[in-house]
């Protein structure tokens, strides 16, 4: 009886809407009729998106076990920014990525981003087109999240962003490929239901030292100007596969070194140093022990030879001196005690 009672509340409800909508749509009826409407007059405004959600891009953003929380606070901030990403439990270590393919398909994703965590310092994001290809490996560097950023701006909740990228861009063939799956990816698609309407941000990716530098600005509608939002990280590219999550290599980072060659230079730098700093002490005391200062004659004038005593020895060993000192002899309190008692 209680489920019958509130499907029945439910009706009378959805009635009551519609026949509330029905004489709003009268009353503008009449107000256009008469030829203007009245200044105390409810009109109802038209709908704000008006076209058909066509692009079904949907990107699953998900991570490996191991993951640090700066990263697992990334991959929160990027899931809040991108209405149309989907989220998935963390995925096994042993297990391959080509599996990765498979939880696309069942979420229905035809695109990935997964963070991929090495040695609980190392932290690798892949971009994939699922499950065809292409697919890129990144290592990221500089990493800061909007928690720990705390910058002044802001933006609405699943607002489209705009995508900006340099000119370094269009003139590499990788970097074209590059940017054309950031574009499938961070775009958000138009008419999406999670999405709003608007666009008041904007990603920009940019090449500087052979890196992608990304952040993301709200745009102010005074005067255009732009103000960070956050997060912001560094993309240092290594490989970029054919296929998805690998596959024959199609471009290969000449300038990338790996996080445990630059900790091994690191190493090397300060062996180096401390093994400098030794050589340098023994070269100080061979110079010291080479410097022979020259005998001066006149350091002996004023010196006079001591009398030579005739040498003694003693064949009796020497008496015991008796102590003075009374061993039973009491103390000062002792005694006052005593003659009071």
Known sequence: PRIASKM???????????????????????????????????????????????????????????????????????????????????????????????????????????????????????FANSPQGPSAKFLVQNIHTLAELKMTGNCLRGSRPLLSFCLTFDREPHYALLKELFIQIFSTPQYHPKSQPFVDHVFTFTIMDNRIWFRNYQIIEEDASLVEIGPRFVLNLIKIFQGSFGGPTLYENSHYQSPNMHRRMLRLATAAKFREKQQMKEIQKQRQEKTIVPVDPTEDVFETPAEAKPLRIETVPPETKHSSKKKGKAFKRQRKTKQRL
């Open 8 to 126: 029945v509340a439910r009706k009378r409800k959805r009635g009551d809407a519609s026949n509330s909508n029905e004489s709003n749509k009268k009353a503008k009826r009449a107000g256009n009729e008469s030829g203007g409407t009245a200044p105390n007059e409810y009109v109802i405004p038209a709908p704000v998106s008006q076209g058909k959600w066509k692009n079904k891009e949907r990107v699953l953003v998900f991570s490996s076990r191991g993951i640090n929380f700066r990263t697992r606070h990334l991959m929160h901030d990027l899931r809040t920014l991108m209405p149309h990403s989907k989220a998935d439990t963390k995925m096994d270590r042993k297990d391959k990525l080509f599996v990765i393919n498979e939880v696309c398909e069942i979420k229905n994703c035809n695109k990935c981003i997964y963070f991929e965590a090495k040695k609980k310092q190392d932290l690798y994001m892949w």
